[in-house]
């Protein structure tokens, strides 16, 4: 009955780990054409069906056994949750009659996803599985989006119902708004028209809603530059004049300086995260703001906003267009262009080191793939860098947890974008400490022939928490030396995988082609040097234009 | 500023969970909360009493809005609304004090409704004024416990808080 329920949702593929409660399913699984990836942990399930998600756009969907299998889920599910990302995920429990015995492998998942899920369901008998199902796709893929979690007990699974089946488009509680206010966009309009100092900062609204095209005839159209958050880098071209580069802790110099200067703001698909911000009562305190967002609850939740629009990026950004009127911003580019001309993004910062630059890595990935793969990262200065230093020009390219900060995410994240656009270069750019999160997936990618290649930005430390402990704690490096570190490419050897190490320049550009080259999983140790800090940085909870550039600390 | 929330809520098991825990996870205080069936066997109606600023509660609202089994969230302190609350005092009662308790729940409007040796049970309905009043009257002989139903409200005229308007940021 649940596979026939997938199959009406058109999924194609599902994610999971196998497990006592989830027996008969996988069972139904079987006899079924329904193609599964079997991983090796359950988070490495979430986070491939997230990487499939973000890459297609169709909810990813994942199965799990009762207990220990649900609770390894939950970290995966809070990542999707904080970057709006489709999942559905269906998971076993104990039979209806050892529900609150504490029986074994018991837990009670929807309680402890509540907090990280869109919605939860336990059901509780057969007759009302179908319409769950449906509803749970319905809820996962629009609106915002976000996880949904079906909790489903073992003895449902073994019982025979009437499988009706319609897709759900009418919850009584549940009524997104798609179309914007009309008085609203005139007035974002006649505020755009006003503007001499506007700035676009555009987020993941924007990817979701696929809404880049019509952002990109916004900003050309007026003349207004854009920033991108980090869940928004795709949605505007990285290689047009008008980006400014990601904002915030650490985004560009001008892209920083662009959104406190600007007198207008056009905020469209985004949550001013605190990494954004920095300081609140500092942030564009002389910018009016407009902000387009599919969740009202989004609008001023941290910043205040002068006019709030509801709804869907696309329809909202699509409706400005009909009723565009450019303003004067020929000076204002002048002074964005003076600006870029002046604090670029740079890889030569301690170039006298002769140590390899991490930055380099990536823009020689960047070159040597021509921009056009698909790149996920884990966590911490290696994405930022990415962020930095890869040229992102397409939505859906670049897969990252922005939200959480989940290292360990890019590796399983990066075969769920292969599996969804299998013709593509994928590429997974991590860090030595967060790979080894999720390392067991190294399997995963070998059993299935995975053609994924992973870029392990290796300065043997926790190198963003370094960075902290060298520039907030008087350079007191508590446990963050990973001593223990194994050999990567003799480990990606021991896996069946290819292992390559690059420790200068030349070795980079031979392994990352070298790599390209081969088909199936590789691993590319870069050894780095440990010192590089990501820079330009704004320490937090301080204004977003008190920039530490790097320079001055050397 | 106080708050008194009336939420249309699906009855569905988890739905008083997930209300409750939407407020402490976005760092929301309930003050007293009241759940209980409306006309509708499917639908209950919560009312919950919230301390805070206009933008606190504006995102509070914003948040309920967002659970699915959340059907309908209005403020009922921007509109005139009649906002009850139920309290039973136990207070110490001998035999010579029980003449002067009565006559303070007379004044109240108030029930005695059980009565012992030492002891009575007074029943008071009101808003947050008038119970204050009482017990602090009562505390003068010694209140020995009280539980309190917490705030139920409706809006006052013959508007309903389904035709209530729908809360919308835009607007």
């Not at chain 1, 979701?208 to 019509?214: F, I, M, N, T, V």
């Not at chain 1, 002068?306 to 020929?330: C, E, F, N, S, Y």
Request: charged share 20%; hydrophobic share 40%.
């Amino acid at each position: 009955m649940i596979i026939a329920a997938l199959q009406r949702e058109q999924v194609e593929l599902v994610f999971g780990y196998p497990g006592g409660s989830v027996l008969p399913l996988y069972d139904e699984l079987y006899r079924s054409k329904m193609r599964h990836l079997l991983v090796r942990h359950e988070q490495g399930a979430v986070h491939a069906a997230d990487g499939y998600a973000r890459v297609s756009g169709k909810p990813g969907v994942v199965f799990a056994t009762s207990g220990p299998g649900a609770t390894n889920l939950v970290t995966g599910i809070a990542t999707a949750y904080m970057d709006s990302v489709p999942l559905v995920l269906i998971t076993g429990q104990v039979a209806t009659r050892f529900i609150g015995t504490d029986s074994f492998q018991e837990a009670d998942i929807t309680g402890i996803t509540l907090p990280i899920t869109k919605h939860s369901y336990l059901v509780n008998n057969i007759e009302e599985l179908p319409s769950v199902l449906s509803e749970a796709f319905y809820i996962a893929s629009t609106g915002r989006c976000g996880p949904v979690l079906v909790d489903i007990p073992k003895d449902l699974f073994e019982q025979e119902g009437r499988f009706s089946y319609s897709q759900k488009r009418e919850i009584p509680g549940y009524r997104p708004t798609y179309t914007g206010h009309s008085g609203q966009v005139n007035r974002a309009v006649k505020a755009i028209k006003q503007s001499r100092k506007p700035v676009i900062f555009a987020g993941g609204g924007v990817i979701r809603s696929g809404a880049a095209a019509e952002l990109q005839d916004l900003a050309c159209r007026c003349g207004i530059p854009v920033s991108l958050s980090l869940m928004g880098l795709g949605a505007f071209p990285g290689d047009n004049p008008l980006f400014l580069g990601m904002p915030g802790m650490h985004g560009t110099v001008t892209a920083n300086y662009a959104l406190m200067e600007a007198d207008l703001i056009i905020a469209v698909g985004v949550r001013f995260d605190d990494r954004v911000t920095g300081r609140l009562e500092s942030f564009a305190s002389g910018a009016k703001i407009i902000h387009v967002d599919i969740d009202p609850a989004e609008i001023g939740k941290n910043v205040t906003i002068d006019i709030p629009i509801v709804g869907d990026v696309k329809q909202v950004v699509d409706a400005m267009l009909k009723r565009l009127q450019p303003g004067d911003t020929a000076d204002w580019l002048r002074q964005i262009e003076d600006w870029q001309a002046r604090y670029p993004l740079t890889d030569d910062a301690k170039l006298t080191t002769g140590r390899l630059k991490p930055q380099f890595v990536i823009r020689e990935i960047n070159r040597i793939t021509g921009g056009d793969a698909l790149i996920s990262t884990d966590v911490g200065q290696h994405q930022m860098w990415t962020a930095q230093h890869y040229c992102f020009r397409e939505p859906r390219t670049f897969l990252s947890s922005g939200g959480l900060g989940t290292m360990g995410y890019g590796f399983p994240a990066a075969l769920g974008a292969k599996l969804a656009q299998p013709e593509k270069t994928v590429f997974c750019i991590a860090g030595d400490g967060s790979f080894q999160m999720n390392i067991q997936e190294m399997a995963t990618a070998v059993a299935g022939g995975f053609d994924v290649k992973v870029a392990i930005i290796n300065n043997g430390c926790l190198g963003m928490v370094r960075q902290w402990q060298e520039l907030f704690f008087e350079k007191r490096y508590a446990h963050t030396f990973l001593q223990g570190n194994p050999d990567f490419a003799r480990l990606a050897e021991a896996y069946g995988a290819a292992g390559l190490r690059a420790s200068t320049r030349d070795e980079v550009t031979a392994a990352i082609s070298q790599a390209l080259a081969v088909r199936g999983p590789v691993i590319i140790d870069c050894i780095v040097d440990p010192e590089e800090n990501v820079y330009p940085m704004v320490a937090p909870n301080r204004p977003i234009n008190e920039i530490i550039t790097g320079r001055e600390v050397k | 500023m106080k708050h008194v929330l009336a939420i249309l809520v699906e009855n569905k098991s988890g739905v008083l969970t997930r209300v409750a825990g939407l407020f402490s996870r976005r760092g929301f205080n309930i003050e007293n909360i009241a759940v209980g069936e409306t006309v509708d066997p499917g639908i209950s109606r919560m009312t919950i009493t919230v301390e805070g600023d206009e933008t606190v509660v504006e995102q509070v609202m914003k948040q309920l809005n967002k659970l699915i089994n959340v059907l309908k969230v209005s403020n009922l302190s921007r509109e005139p609304a009649v906002i009850r609350e139920l309290m039973l005092i136990k207070v110490r009662a001998e035999a010579q004090t029980r003449s002067d308790i009565q006559q303070i729940v007379e004044t109240f409007r108030g029930k005695v409704v059980d009565v012992s040796l030492n002891s009575m049970i007074i029943e008071v309905t009101g808003n947050d004024e008038k119970l204050e009043a009482i017990k602090l009257l009562l505390q003068h002989f010694g209140i020995r416990e009280i539980v309190r139903t917490g705030k139920v409200a409706l809006l006052r005229g013959s508007k309903t808080t389904r035709e209530n308007g729908e809360i919308r940021s835009d607007k």
